[in-house]
């Protein structure tokens, strides 16, 4: 039997550019993961769409809509046909990814949740946690 390992790193950038994405996607370390799943992602003001420079070793997933607070960045040494992402809202996607396990085609299923703290003083609703049952098994 064979195993397989994705290395991901989950970070919340806190909407910064400067000081967080550009050294992230930047460092050669971080290119040898396969998943970045990035919460309050830095959101371009002219286009929706997030920071990716042309050289990045990444795939950008932003969601196409909204205000979002979630984003993948997966390594392009990932094919585009093995893997999929679905946006369920601005605070939740999941990616889904292909691969062979044995003769067997398998799925694996990353969910990237942004969830308000209870605490904050701009938190209103119960956050997206209770919403995670009603997408997890698509």
């Known amino acids: 039997m064979s195993d397989i390992a994705f290395r991901i790193l989950q970070y919340n950038v806190n909407h910064g550019k400067e000081a967080t994405l550009i050294p992230l996607l930047h460092d050669s370390k971080v290119h040898e993961l396969d998943i970045l799943a990035i919460q309050e992602p830095w959101k371009n003001p002219h286009v929706t769409t997030g920071y990716n420079p042309p050289r990045s070793p ?19 040494r990932i094919h585009p046909d093995s893997w999929t992402v679905t946006h369920h809202n601005e605070d939740a996607q999941t990616i889904t990814l292909r691969y062979d396990q044995n003769g067997q085609e398998k799925h694996l299923h990353i969910h990237n949740i942004y969830n308000p703290s209870p605490y904050s003083y701009t938190s209103m609703e119960p956050g997206t946690l209770p919403s995670v049952n009603a997408f997890k098994s698509r």
């Open 58 to 76: 990444f795939y950008l997933a932003y969601p196409p809509k909204g205000n979002p607070r979630v984003c993948f960045y997966i390594n392009k």
